[in-house]
Protein backbone atom coordinates (compact mmCIF):
# COMPACT_ATOMS: atom_id res chain seq x y z
CA UNK A 1 0.00 0.00 0.00
CA UNK A 2 1.67 3.28 -1.59
CA UNK A 3 2.31 6.18 1.48
CA UNK A 4 2.91 9.67 0.49
CA UNK A 5 5.19 11.43 2.58
CA UNK A 6 5.94 15.23 2.30
CA UNK A 7 8.73 16.69 4.32
CA UNK A 8 11.20 18.93 3.05
CA UNK A 9 14.02 17.36 5.44
CA UNK A 10 16.34 14.53 4.34
CA UNK A 11 16.84 13.23 7.86
CA UNK A 12 13.10 13.25 8.26
CA UNK A 13 12.19 11.61 4.91
CA UNK A 14 14.59 8.67 5.69
CA UNK A 15 13.29 8.00 9.01
CA UNK A 16 9.92 8.14 7.53
CA UNK A 17 10.39 5.71 4.79
CA UNK A 18 12.56 3.19 6.93
CA UNK A 19 9.32 2.94 9.37
CA UNK A 20 6.44 2.66 6.78
CA UNK A 21 9.13 -0.32 5.05
CA UNK A 22 9.17 -1.68 7.93
CA UNK A 23 5.49 -1.97 8.07
CA UNK A 24 4.91 -3.61 4.87
CA UNK A 25 4.26 0.56 2.83
CA UNK A 26 5.49 1.54 0.09
CA UNK A 27 6.51 5.25 0.83
CA UNK A 28 6.41 7.99 -2.21
CA UNK A 29 8.44 10.83 -1.12
CA UNK A 30 8.37 14.32 -1.77
CA UNK A 31 10.62 17.47 -0.95
CA UNK A 32 7.94 20.37 -1.85
CA UNK A 33 3.99 20.37 -2.66
CA UNK A 34 4.29 20.55 -6.85
CA UNK A 35 6.66 17.39 -5.99
CA UNK A 36 4.05 16.08 -4.04
CA UNK A 37 1.16 16.42 -6.68
CA UNK A 38 3.31 15.01 -9.72
CA UNK A 39 3.40 11.68 -7.39
CA UNK A 40 0.11 12.16 -6.12
CA UNK A 41 -1.06 11.97 -10.13
CA UNK A 42 0.87 9.13 -11.40
CA UNK A 43 0.74 6.98 -7.97
CA UNK A 44 -2.83 7.34 -6.64
CA UNK A 45 -1.45 6.56 -2.80
CA UNK A 46 -3.88 5.17 -0.42
CA UNK A 47 -2.58 7.72 2.34
CA UNK A 48 -0.75 10.95 2.85
CA UNK A 49 1.31 11.72 5.48
CA UNK A 50 2.19 16.33 5.37
CA UNK A 51 4.50 18.15 6.82
CA UNK A 52 3.38 22.01 7.59
CA UNK A 53 6.66 24.00 6.94
CA UNK A 54 8.21 22.86 3.81
CA UNK A 55 10.57 25.41 3.21
CA UNK A 56 8.69 28.56 1.20
CA UNK A 57 5.68 25.92 0.87
CA UNK A 58 2.79 25.64 2.82
CA UNK A 59 1.67 22.33 3.92
CA UNK A 60 -1.47 23.84 4.33
CA UNK A 61 -1.96 24.90 1.03
CA UNK A 62 -0.80 21.26 0.11
CA UNK A 63 -3.33 19.62 1.83
CA UNK A 64 -6.33 21.91 0.99
CA UNK A 65 -5.24 21.29 -2.73
CA UNK A 66 -5.40 17.36 -2.11
CA UNK A 67 -8.35 17.19 -0.33
CA UNK A 68 -10.23 18.92 -3.48
CA UNK A 69 -8.73 16.34 -5.82
CA UNK A 70 -9.49 13.33 -3.45
CA UNK A 71 -10.92 11.97 -0.06
CA UNK A 72 -7.75 9.96 0.89
CA UNK A 73 -6.97 9.66 4.81
CA UNK A 74 -4.87 12.66 4.81
CA UNK A 75 -2.37 12.84 8.37
CA UNK A 76 -0.50 16.23 9.40
CA UNK A 77 2.86 15.13 11.26
CA UNK A 78 4.54 18.19 12.00
CA UNK A 79 6.26 20.60 15.02
CA UNK A 80 3.60 23.01 14.98
CA UNK A 81 1.54 21.68 18.03
CA UNK A 82 -0.37 25.48 18.75
CA UNK A 83 -4.48 24.87 18.69
CA UNK A 84 -4.66 27.05 15.85
CA UNK A 85 -2.16 25.34 14.11
CA UNK A 86 -4.37 21.20 14.39
CA UNK A 87 -7.79 23.05 14.40
CA UNK A 88 -7.01 24.80 10.86
CA UNK A 89 -5.59 21.45 10.07
CA UNK A 90 -8.52 19.57 10.70
CA UNK A 91 -11.05 22.37 8.97
CA UNK A 92 -8.84 21.72 5.90
CA UNK A 93 -10.11 18.17 5.75
CA UNK A 94 -7.06 16.41 7.58
CA UNK A 95 -8.00 13.35 9.31
CA UNK A 96 -5.33 13.54 11.94
CA UNK A 97 -2.61 15.61 13.77
CA UNK A 98 0.45 13.71 14.95
CA UNK A 99 2.93 16.38 16.45
CA UNK A 100 6.90 15.83 16.06
CA UNK A 101 8.80 14.04 17.90
CA UNK A 102 6.48 11.01 17.02
CA UNK A 103 6.34 7.32 18.24
CA UNK A 104 6.57 4.92 15.61
CA UNK A 105 4.37 2.31 17.20
CA UNK A 106 1.63 4.94 17.34
CA UNK A 107 2.19 6.68 14.20
CA UNK A 108 2.01 3.16 12.37
CA UNK A 109 -1.17 2.82 14.69
CA UNK A 110 -2.99 5.96 13.03
CA UNK A 111 -1.84 5.12 9.75
CA UNK A 112 -3.70 1.72 10.13
CA UNK A 113 -6.87 3.39 11.57
CA UNK A 114 -7.30 5.34 8.57
CA UNK A 115 -6.67 2.97 6.25
CA UNK A 116 -8.81 0.52 8.27
CA UNK A 117 -12.49 0.13 6.59
CA UNK A 118 -15.53 0.24 8.98
CA UNK A 119 -15.81 -3.34 8.12
CA UNK A 120 -13.18 -3.51 9.72
CA UNK A 121 -13.90 -2.65 13.10
CA UNK A 122 -15.05 -4.19 15.57
CA UNK A 123 -17.54 -1.80 16.94
CA UNK A 124 -19.73 -1.79 13.75
CA UNK A 125 -21.36 1.59 12.13
CA UNK A 126 -25.31 0.62 11.81
CA UNK A 127 -24.89 -1.02 15.18
CA UNK A 128 -27.69 -1.25 17.24
CA UNK A 129 -30.59 1.98 17.53
CA UNK A 130 -30.74 5.78 18.15
CA UNK A 131 -29.24 6.65 20.97
CA UNK A 132 -29.79 10.12 22.47
CA UNK A 133 -28.68 11.92 25.65
CA UNK A 134 -30.72 15.03 26.37
CA UNK A 135 -29.94 17.28 23.34
CA UNK A 136 -27.76 15.01 21.55
CA UNK A 137 -28.86 12.24 19.34
CA UNK A 138 -26.42 9.56 17.11
CA UNK A 139 -28.96 7.56 14.45
CA UNK A 140 -26.68 4.55 13.16
CA UNK A 141 -29.07 3.71 10.60
CA UNK A 142 -28.79 7.42 8.91
CA UNK A 143 -25.20 8.15 10.25
CA UNK A 144 -26.13 11.31 11.56
CA UNK A 145 -25.20 13.11 15.07
CA UNK A 146 -27.41 15.76 15.75
CA UNK A 147 -27.69 18.44 18.66
CA UNK A 148 -30.74 20.35 19.85
CA UNK A 149 -31.87 19.44 16.38
CA UNK A 150 -29.18 20.55 14.14
CA UNK A 151 -26.81 17.84 12.70
CA UNK A 152 -23.28 17.90 13.78
CA UNK A 153 -20.72 16.50 10.83
CA UNK A 154 -18.37 14.07 12.04
CA UNK A 155 -16.27 11.69 10.79
CA UNK A 156 -16.57 8.02 10.65
CA UNK A 157 -14.33 6.88 13.47
CA UNK A 158 -15.27 10.45 15.34
CA UNK A 159 -18.92 8.39 14.96
CA UNK A 160 -18.30 5.36 16.09
CA UNK A 161 -16.47 7.24 18.85
CA UNK A 162 -19.55 8.95 19.93
CA UNK A 163 -21.63 5.91 19.64
CA UNK A 164 -19.72 3.61 22.22
CA UNK A 165 -19.23 6.89 24.76
CA UNK A 166 -22.75 7.35 24.34
CA UNK A 167 -23.83 3.41 24.44
CA UNK A 168 -21.41 3.97 28.10
CA UNK A 169 -22.27 7.65 29.23
CA UNK A 170 -21.41 8.47 32.83
CA UNK A 171 -19.17 5.62 32.81
CA UNK A 172 -15.33 6.41 32.02
CA UNK A 173 -14.50 3.70 29.52
CA UNK A 174 -11.12 2.80 29.50
CA UNK A 175 -8.12 3.76 26.34
CA UNK A 176 -7.65 0.06 25.87
CA UNK A 177 -11.20 -0.72 25.59
CA UNK A 178 -11.95 2.12 23.06
CA UNK A 179 -8.79 1.38 20.97
CA UNK A 180 -10.39 -2.54 21.01
CA UNK A 181 -13.46 -1.67 20.04
CA UNK A 182 -13.23 1.42 18.00
CA UNK A 183 -10.51 0.94 16.18
CA UNK A 184 -9.92 -2.83 16.72
CA UNK A 185 -6.58 -3.35 17.51
CA UNK A 186 -4.47 -3.50 20.96
CA UNK A 187 -1.71 -1.60 21.61
CA UNK A 188 -0.94 0.19 24.54
CA UNK A 189 1.70 2.86 22.67
CA UNK A 190 -1.48 4.54 20.46
CA UNK A 191 -3.18 5.90 23.47
CA UNK A 192 -2.77 9.32 21.28
CA UNK A 193 -4.79 8.12 18.15
CA UNK A 194 -7.57 8.52 21.40
CA UNK A 195 -6.93 11.41 22.67
CA UNK A 196 -6.62 13.30 19.20
CA UNK A 197 -9.98 11.80 18.00
CA UNK A 198 -11.76 12.82 21.74
CA UNK A 199 -10.24 16.71 21.11
CA UNK A 200 -11.70 16.78 17.41
CA UNK A 201 -14.93 15.59 19.06
CA UNK A 202 -15.15 17.89 21.90
CA UNK A 203 -14.29 20.84 19.52
CA UNK A 204 -17.41 20.04 17.15
CA UNK A 205 -19.50 19.56 19.93
CA UNK A 206 -18.96 22.73 22.13
CA UNK A 207 -19.03 24.78 18.37
CA UNK A 208 -22.18 23.73 18.02
CA UNK A 209 -23.21 25.20 21.93
CA UNK A 210 -22.92 21.87 23.50
CA UNK A 211 -21.27 21.29 27.18
CA UNK A 212 -18.38 19.61 27.72
CA UNK A 213 -19.37 16.67 28.02
CA UNK A 214 -16.51 14.41 26.79
CA UNK A 215 -13.60 14.81 29.92
CA UNK A 216 -10.28 12.58 29.16
CA UNK A 217 -9.42 11.03 32.46
CA UNK A 218 -5.37 11.24 32.50
CA UNK A 219 -4.05 7.55 32.47
CA UNK A 220 -6.94 6.24 32.51
CA UNK A 221 -9.69 6.67 29.87
CA UNK A 222 -12.56 9.05 28.58
CA UNK A 223 -15.76 9.56 30.08
CA UNK A 224 -19.18 11.23 28.75
CA UNK A 225 -20.60 12.87 31.40
CA UNK A 226 -24.34 12.37 31.27
CA UNK A 227 -24.75 14.14 34.50
CA UNK A 228 -23.78 17.52 32.48
CA UNK A 229 -26.70 17.38 30.29
CA UNK A 230 -29.26 17.76 33.18
CA UNK A 231 -31.23 21.15 33.22
Known amino acids: MKILVVDDDPVVQELLAVVLEKDGFEPLVAADPPTALGIFARELPSL ?56 YRELIARIRAQLRGPDDQAWQIGQGGPLEVASLRLDPLSHTVRQQGHEIHVTPIEFRLLQYLMSHAGRVVPTRILLKQVWGYEDSEASGVVRATVYRLRQKLEAANGPQILRTVPSVGVLLDAGEWSD
Not at 75 to 91: H, K, Q
Open 48 to 103: ALLDVNLGSWSGFDLLRDLRRRSSIPIIMLTVRAAEEDVLRGFNLGANDYVTKPFR
